[in-house]
Structures are given as structure tokens and as C-alpha cells.
């Protein structure tokens, strides 16, 4: 039997020590050692050269690929699908993070029983919550009775060998743990929830994933800090790691992976909280768009790419006069540094001053955006808001504003504005692509601008516009 021992490890160099010090001494990091458990492995012997039986075997990588594509199990969710690549892989470790009350749990107990509904048994862990809270929610969810609510076994436990075990003689289909920061190992000293505990138990979730096979779904709560489940390590463990976001008040959650070993981590998944759960949106393109009776000073709409798919978004801008001498700049769903990034250059290139005015920046539907496409979108309402001028009707923009007030184009503008059309958008102001023609698109005419300047123009309906026009 291995014999297994608690050390204390640093993060930052690896030094491991006996005790827990403030201070490494090796590297002399604060607050770095982290309670490990260290087992000594008896070393394969090694005879004549040859390697023991079930060392491991060098292999080409022809040979490799012949066994590369993994066997996925569908969950049932197309969202959920979608963004895991097209199902869960056999013996993949997915942690699934987010706000508390976002809808992880809920997202989860319909997974479970997406898989359930395949004849596969689930066995749901919680520490968190009793047996009676997980029923009560699956009642809301109509999923406690019938054949699915039968193959969901739940048990309230927080040792993670004890989960093992369960897991080892159920036979699973899949394994959910709710959450991660409340399971420990018997180990250690540390309480649930330390980075020590954390660590241990993923690591002996995911042998137990890779050796029987089964799909391990690990629920990380946000930290105050910002950081899901604590330290980074356990996102460098797992294979996928997907966040939910969206604003709790509202009905718009959005999911996304950061990490995935198994496919891209481009697509999102779209979904609205009702009642009976998260339910796929049908139209993700126009969900993110507010209805409005007239045009409003300080909104514009931009097709964006989240992935493979366009959705459109309107983004919201204030101007407001201000006589504090540092005005204010707050940025939702936007990067608050492009967000003054492109104060100055309309201030500097297209004659708009805000530096006497607070600015505040929005994006409809809880939508967080980093692509530099929105550039020119959030600068055209900014600037309508400050003369008090909506924009055309009908006008969608994209676009990457540089430091000397040029625009550049941005990828898959032919997708976009095809779907800007689909729904309705007449005109779009676009910059001028370097050695290819202009997109047409039948129903909407394209704008070509050159600099921010000439964009401000054409959005405000100025007859000055210097860019050119193709229908």
C-alpha cells in the first residue's frame, strides 16, 4: 500500500516543508505554502533494461490518431452541448463556476437527468444543500418523478473517498459534485474549502474520472476575490471549465468555456431562468436587444461574434456634465481601459470633448463583450449622447477604432451583417476593408467610413459624410 504523508508545499517555487510557515524560506513568497498530500509510489523495477509491465509505451503519432476521437455522451441540452463541444467526453473532469444563485445547481440537476433519460444512472453529491432541498428543486423542474427522477441517485456527503466509493459500486453515467468547496479528504487537517482540500479532492475525483471513465462535474463557487474555486491550479487540473454568467435580477444567462481540451472555447450557449428552469433561447441574435418606442440618444446596435454565432447588442452610453475635476468613467459588460482609450481619441480625432463630462457605458442584457469590433459602436453613442441625437434608424456598426481615429475592420463581417439583416437593420456602418470588396447584402446598405470622424457624421445623419455608399 502506498503510504500517503501532509506536506507543505509552496506555490510559487515547489519547496515543501513539515510545518506551515508564514514565510517560504526558499524563495521567501508570503502566504504560499499549501497542505499537500504526498504518497511514496514504489518505483517500477527496471530489469535488463526493459521497462516493468504497465510502464508506459512510446507510440507514434500516426498510431495515436487512430484512437483520437472520444467517445461523447450527449447531455440532452443543445446550449449545453454546444459549448462542451458536442457532449461530455468519457472520463473528462468539467468544473462549472459562477455567481451564487446564477443557476448552476439548476443547470446541473437538467443535465443529470439529460443523461438519466439515456438509461445511465446519475449520482448527484452535495454538501451544500439535504436530499429534501435537491428534491424540492427538482419538483420545480418537474424532474421527481418518473424514470429519470429513479436512475438520479442523490446523497448528502462531504468526505470525497466516501464519494468515491459510492461512485466505484453504482456503476455511473455521470458524477456530480455540488460544490467542490464543500468536500474534503480525511488527509488532511485543513478545513473544506482550504486550497490544500480543494486540490486534493479534485485530484482524486479526477483518478477516479480517468481510470472507470466516468464524467466528473465539479460546481466552483466565485471567490471574493474574483477567482473561481480558489487558486488557479484547479483550472490548470480539470479538462473543461465553463462560467455562467448574467445578471441574477434578470432572465439572460450566458455560458461559456474558458478551457477545454475536448473543442473550442469560442461558442456560448445562450439561456433564460423561468420557472420550470434554464431553457434554450430560440433567437440568441436578438435576445440582447431592448425594445425602445422611439430611437434613443446614446444606443447603438452592433452584430458581435460570440464563437460561430452573431448576435447583435445594443450598447448604451450617458454623458453627463460633471464639475468634479475627475470625471467619472464606469463601464458595464465593457473594458473600462477601451472605454477611455476611446474618450480620448474622440476628444483628440473627432472633435467630441468629454473631459468635462461623466461617462458611463453599457451593454443591454448583461452581455460582457471583449472583442475590439465594439470600438466603434460604443464610441457613435457616445457621441450621441452627448449632442442629444439618436442615430439613423435602422443603422447597426462595427469596427476597431485606432489611436489616430482610422478604422479597421474586424473578421466575419459578411456573418454579421447578414444576421443584422435577417433581422431587420437597414444600414450598417462599416470600415473599409483593405484588398477585398465591400459585403453586399440584399436589404441593407453598407457604409463605408474611413476615420471615426466620418462615422460620427454618417450615425448622426449629418450630410457632411464624406464616406462612401454601396447599396
Known sequence: MARAQSRYVCQSCGASVLRWEGQCRTCGEWNSLVETVVRDEPRPRILSGVASAGAAIPVSLAAAGEHGDEARRPVGIGELDRVLGGGLVA???????????????????????????TGASVLYATGEESTSQVRLRAMRLGLASGAVA??????????????????????????????????????????PGSVGQVREATQRLMEYAKTEGVPVILVGHVTKDGTLAGPKTLEHLVDVVLNVEGDRTGGLRLLRATKNRYGSTEEVGVFEMGERGLTEVADPARAFLADHDAPAPGSVVAPVLEGSRPILVEVQALVAPTGAPSPRRTASGVDPNRLALLVAVLGRRAGIGLAGHDVYANLAGGLTVSEPGLDLPLALALASSLRDRPVVPGTVAIGEVGLLGELRTVGGLDRRLREASRLGFTRALVPRPR????????????????????AVRAALGDSTTSGGRRP
Open 91 to 117: 472520463g473528462s473532469v468539467v468544473l462549472l463556476g459562477g455567481e451564487p444563485g446564477i443557476g448552476k445547481s439548476t443547470l446541473l440537476l437538467q443535465a443529470a437527468a439529460g443523461i438519466a433519460a
Open 150 to 191: 429513479e436512475s438520479i441517485r442523490v446523497v448528502a456527503e462531504t468526505g470525497v473517498g466516501r464519494i468515491v466509493e459510492l461512485g466505484r459500486a453504482d456503476g455511473l453515467g455521470m458524477l456530480v459534485v455540488d460544490s467542490v468547496q464543500t468536500v474534503a479528504s480525511e488527509e488532511l487537517d485543513g478545513p
Open 435 to 454: 484588398g477585398r470588396a465591400v459585403p453586399a447584402i440584399a436589404g441593407l446598405e453598407v457604409v463605408v467610413v474611413g476615420t471615426l470622424g466620418d
